[in-house]
């Protein structure tokens, strides 16, 4: 696993321990021994993880640690606190800085390990999901990546799977007021549970006779639906080998009982708040794809959309041996409405023809907007003649109803010119199928307009 560690430490012997155990694992490391030398190295360098020494000079872990998680540049960035300090005040107090995880000297080196690479994982997932996000123009990214999800009002929905009555109390205790929290005793009805529900954090305790907690963690990483929920092991003193193994499979965090209510509730603030981060980037992402095959002022199809799937389209109904037909739509004297009314009136038109035009085709019916004024309908399983009555049925409807423009509602009268063809039996082509539908369409045009014609061959 190829990752750039950073490892933030005053005194040099330990920061050369760190960087020989990293090297070790075949980590690339970085080193900083303050405060403001770490930030800037985040600031301008990549970097996966942060290993930050709480005890530093000037400017302790803690401060170093709320700047970067306070930074949309760097908050992205997972930090794990490393020092001597073992209460649990002071975990309270590094998580509620911003930190991942927290570690205390001396470091168990599989503990560490198994902790960076879990880190990394996830590090690499924030920044294929920014990566995605950042690609287009639209969506707002900087509003997007400075949005501090940990302070939001919502309550999170949260699972905890708990085979012991006494322990299952004292969590409901806990989270009272701070988690909408639902209760399983069987680990087997907790993992439909989980997969019926969105939660954002599921706890599952190890406190099972006859059952290992473990493939519960592995069984939930497997499906898609619970994939990217944050799970966090509750473990009994001296599990420490099943926490190791845990984190391997993929679980984000442990608390070892007796569990700490601070710090049970700053580690599930800290999950909540990664996913709604990640959660909003894959949003983001999904509307991204939509933008991107999607014409913003008909709502429509695009003509990308066109060019990608009617080749599919059309393949589907040759191997079927299904009919298949496509007509083109071009508004008449378009530029005439332009000059007359601007741009603006244009634009009614043009989104009040889609609407028109939406409530004429089948759900199976893909329309797009080709360009312009001109718009695109492909039909499967419809033959020419059918084709060719609702593009009949299109064409009256717009030339009936006036269309209403501007705030006054301004009537003005549009027709439409309409070319059909479909799939020629034996040998055609998309390319072939489209230019008749074009020549149909010039007929139509060239013939007196507000007319539709069908091209056979």
Known sequence: MTARILVVDDIPANVRLLEVRLLAEYFEVLTAT???DAIET????????????VMMPDMDGFEVCRRLKSDPATSHIPVVMITALDQVSDRVRGLEAGAD?????????????TRVKSLVRLKSLTDELRLRASTTRNIGIEELLSRNFASEDTTPKVLLIDGRKSSVERIQKMLRDRADLDVTHDPHAGFFQAAETSYECVMISTAFADFDPLRLCSQLRSLDRTRFVPIILLAEEGEEERIIRGLELGINDYLMRPIDQQELTARLRTQVRRKRYNDQLRASVTQTIEMAVTDGLTGLHNRRYLDSHLQTLFDRAVARRRPLSVMITDLDRFKAINDAHGHDGGDEVLREFARRLRKNVRGIDLACRFGGEEFVVVMPDTEGAVAEKVAERIRAEIAQAAFAIGQDGKAIEVTVSVGVSSVLKGVDTVAALMKRADLA?????????????????
Do not use: I
């Open 441 to 457: 369409l010039y007929e139509a045009k060239s013939g007196g307009r507000n007319r539709v014609v069908a091209k056979a061959a």
């Open 42 to 53: 985040c600031e301008n360098g990549k970097v996966d993880v942060v290993l930050l020494d």
């Open 34 to 36: 303050n405060g403001p």
């Open 101 to 113: 995880d927290f570690l205390t000297k001396p470091v168990n080196d599989l503990q560490l390990m």
